[in-house]
């Protein structure tokens, strides 16, 4: 049996989207940049993708906004916990989910008090990405 | 078995040679006929190669991105390569650095152990790179060589990760060919249900 397809559980009317949302996809890796813009833009999410944390502060440096960024904590440059510190200090009031292959107790707590507001790790799938539009769709 | 003869035990030998490879003949013609998503959970039951993952990639493929899934295994591959590239390269001068200070061993002990540092550092850099990218497609048996990697990078063992190397190599070569193997047969199967559906032989 295959599974439903995101889109065919994202349209019902349960869930509600108001308006489109806004995600900004923020990863150093490419294959993961494409996997999970194509999960967002698959429920009509309107995504913006960035390779590193400065390039993510720079959109918002550029007066963009979102609803929802998808923040790696490993990158090059400027990491997700630098990048979640700099964006709250800017005032940055998105929902923020770091995102990330394996962390340490220790890494998960520092993330969690530089802002994020969740922790996902990799693959996003489906139903958790489903669960995240939710919450953000209904703030 | 005391008192069978030699003959009767080749016979039974052969009997046997001729159902198994009957079963692995109807194996591989079950999974090439099988629809594509049994297809591969029944190859993963198997052989373990993909997981689940595989078919998120799958269900993400339609009609406005037809292209989806051999997109990203393109990438996919660009980036392993490149990755693998780079962690040969580091562990080959891991060995350099080991072979040059043993013969000068006072005089650059400290700096071999900060080089050393840095170079298991980025190896497992890369590794997170490339067990991220893998447990994106699905490429389940890569990722979990990629962890016990990352592990004899952790604990700075140059001949454990020489080995790990040489296995991610195979398991990462074996994915590939099986990958290659599915897209022509997906190729095949479009084709030929084109075909069936052609105005000419309908």
């Not at chain 1, 969740?118 to 953000?136: A, R």
Request: proline share 2%.
């Amino acid at each position: 049996m295959d599974s439903p397809k995101l889109k065919d559980l994202a349209s019902g009317s349960d869930f509600g989207f108001r308006n489109k949302l806004r995600a900004l996809v923020v990863d150093d890796n490419s294959v993961i940049r494409l996997y999970m813009v194509s999960l967002l833009k698959d429920v009509d999410v309107e995504t913006d993708e960035a390779e590193d944390g400065k390039a993510a502060v720079t959109h918002f440096l550029e007066g963009k906004t979102y609803d929802i960024i998808l923040m790696d904590k490993d990158m090059p440059q400027m990491n997700g916990i630098q990048a979640t510190r700099i964006l709250r200090e800017m005032g940055v009031k998105a929902k923020i989910v770091g995102v990330t292959a394996h962390s340490t107790d220790e890494e998960k707590r520092e993330f969690l008090e530089a802002g994020i507001d969740d922790f996902l790790v990799k693959p996003i799938t489906s139903p958790q990405l489903i669960e995240l539009l939710k919450d953000v769709g209904t703030e | 078995m005391l008192g069978l003869g030699a003959a009767r035990l080749e016979a039974d030998m052969n009997r046997l040679m001729a159902l198994l490879f009957h079963q692995f003949i109807w194996k591989e013609k079950m999974e090439k006929l099988a629809h594509p998503s049994t297809r591969w959970l029944m190859w993963d039951s198997a052989q373990g190669v993909l997981d689940e993952q595989f078919m998120q990639l799958q269900q993400l493929q339609d009609e406005s991105s037809p292209n989806f899934v051999s997109e990203v295994i393109s990438i996919y591959f660009r980036e392993s390569e490149k990755l693998l590239k780079n962690v040969r390269s580091l562990l080959s001068a891991l060995h350099l650095i080991r072979t040059f200070v043993a013969n000068w061993r006072v005089m650059f002990l400290s700096h071999r152990a900060d080089r050393e540092c840095t170079d298991y550092r980025k190896i497992g850099i890369h590794l997170n790179q490339l067990m991220g990218s893998s447990s994106s497609v699905g490429a389940k048996r890569v990722r979990t060589v990629c962890l016990a990697f990352r592990a004899a990078s952790e604990h700075r063992s140059w001949s454990g990760c020489l080995r790990s190397l040489e296995v991610l190599e195979h398991e990462y070569c074996y994915l590939k060919t099986k990958l290659h193997e599915l897209f022509q047969m997906e190729q095949q199967r479009v084709m030929a249900a084109g075909a069936r559906h052609h105005p000419l032989l309908s």
